[in-house]
């Protein structure tokens, strides 16, 4: 090869090294990514908290915001799950005072199940007795969080509690399948 013809075959390699490079960044993008869905098209564990609150499902629920915990840890997401015990500690009750015992069993399954293993082997509990066990754990489980909420920000604690017990006010009959508006949970 003459000296002239050198400069254009250096181009074209490099041309051709772009190519190649621009082609592993886009393979390694599909990898990287779930191809179904991008990270900002996601549902955020608070917006998925949300839905299940609304379809009563208290064990995604509860999962979403201790994932948000974990991930943020903050008052905002301590009072979010402590709220969500709550909100199961409120339905429960309201379960047990409009006499539906046959939902309060429904609840205790979707609280404890989840594997298909257990659609052979479902558990047998009595109503009465699963509410109790329920209510004393997620008080228990609530009044924690809620110290960890404090410890965090005390002020924000306080003000989320009080929107929280207007929220409730309210809404009487149902307050536990939803939040306060104001926290925003389907925006995040």
């Known amino acids: 090869m003459s000296l002239r013809g050198r400069p254009q075959a250096v181009r074209q390699?490099?041309?051709?090294?772009?190519?190649v490079a621009l082609l592993l960044v886009g393979v390694v993008a599909q990898i990287?990514?779930?191809?179904h869905l991008q990270a900002a098209e996601r549902a955020s564990h608070m917006q998925r908290a949300t839905v299940f609150l609304?379809?009563?499902d208290y064990r995604h629920a509860v999962e979403a915001c201790q994932a948000e915990v974990r991930?943020?840890?903050s008052a905002r997401?301590?009072?979010s799950l402590t709220y969500v015990y709550h909100a199961l500690d409120g339905y429960l009750e309201h379960l047990a005072t409009t006499d539906q015992w046959v939902r309060v069993e429904q609840l205790y399954v979707n609280?404890?199940?989840g594997r298909t293993e257990d659609l052979v082997d479902p558990p047998d509990v009595l109503a009465r007795v699963a509410k109790e066990l329920i209510q004393q754990a997620v008080q228990r489980q609530a009044d924690v969080t809620a110290a960890m909420a404090a410890r965090l920000d005390e002020a924000l604690v306080k003000?989320?509690?009080q929107e929280q017990a207007?929220?409730?006010q309210a809404r009487p009959a149902d307050w536990w399948s939803g939040v306060p508006p104001q926290w925003q949970w389907e925006g995040s």
């Open 159 to 161: 003000r989320l509690w």
């Open 54 to 56: 609304k379809a009563g």
């Open 71 to 73: 991930e943020a840890p």
């Open 77 to 79: 997401s301590y009072v």
């Open 13 to 19: 390699d490099l041309r051709n090294l772009f190519a």
């Open 32 to 35: 990287a990514a779930p191809s």
């Open 166 to 168: 207007a929220w409730r």
């Open 111 to 113: 609280l404890v199940t």
